[in-house]
């Protein structure tokens, strides 16, 4: 048993570091809830990373208790963050590995898909910022954001600078952004810098997450990870509350809620790309997960397809170069 009060490293970091293989053997470093513990234990000990679990209050603590097979002597500053599978389908690649998270409104998505790419190296876009751009550059020249015309006319000529203003995040943004996001002129003329930015992510990363509506589904149908993080409608709405709330926005919880409603519901009727999950999609309920248990779990679920995914990038490259 080990004790409740025992000091713990921040989940996030602690799995960002497991996940590195940049554990420090015989610290513990997360105290997980037991549904977790187990897949993640399991998950470790299959990237060569020895572990041990032993009870802690009404979770599971999780201490690594060797050196992982491939630790580096050193760290120095062309380490690269990733697993040893990583690395090797990172050496073998013949292209980028994507990270597709697609969901509602406020469902953490975003939130994820940032961690998820810290902890691997790898590239993030927030997809549902160039349709916020596009619709607030409507919104700012006095137009309509379901005007098909002043819309696709907005997107064809996004600067992607843009991309950083805070103003994007205004409930007011999310509704110009939902209501262009349904017209098929302005999704053809988003596609591609998504599926650029998918190809060769920035900055020379070997892949990408990206996370939207339908990036599992139409921008990267191919995506070897697909997450669809969903919670309820109230959860969703409380967490925008207070995510605006605390940013100085004057906002009315059950005013969220129903636009929200609202807005996931024209999401998901629309004629084009609507919000569902992929086919092959893992789906992923955070309503009773706080922030580390969501990222607990999308590591587990998304290291395994990952894995998987290293290997067969492997294996193509094998093929294709003639190796055996
Ligand atoms: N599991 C969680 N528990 C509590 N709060 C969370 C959780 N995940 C995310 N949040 C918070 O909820 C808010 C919305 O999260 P986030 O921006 O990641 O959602 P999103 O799905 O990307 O939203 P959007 O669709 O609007 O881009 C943020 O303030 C975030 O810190
Ligand atoms: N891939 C995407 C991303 C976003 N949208 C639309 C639908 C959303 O209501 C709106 C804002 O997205 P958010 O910032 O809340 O993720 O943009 C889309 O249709 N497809």
Partial sequence: MVPEDQPHEPVPLAL?????????????????????????????????IPVALAPCGARLAL???GEAETTPASLTADWVTAPPWVRAAQAASTGAITVAIDGPAAAGKGTLARSLADALGLAYLDTGRLYRATGYSVLQAGGDPSDPAAAEQAARSLDTRVLADPALRSEAAGDAASRVAAIPAVRDALLAFQRQFARTPPDGAWGAVLDGRDIGSVVCP?????????????????RRFLELRDAGQDVIESRILQDMKARDARDSSRGIAPLVPAADAVVLDTSDLD????LAAAFALAGDRLRAA?????????SHTGAS
């Fill in 16 to 48: 960002a570091r497991l996940f590195a293989g940049l554990a420090c053997p015989g610290r513990t470093t997360a105290a997980l809830p037991p549904t977790l513990g187990g897949p993640l234990a399991d998950l470790l000990a299959a990237f060569g």
């Fill in 63 to 65: 201490t690594v208790t």
């Fill in 222 to 238: 191919s995506a070897p990870v697909k997450l669809f993080v969903t919670a309820s409608a109230e959860t969703r709405a409380q």
């Fill in 291 to 294: 922030r580390t248990e969501a």
């Fill in 310 to 318: 290293g290997s067969d990038v492997a294996r193509a490259s094998m």
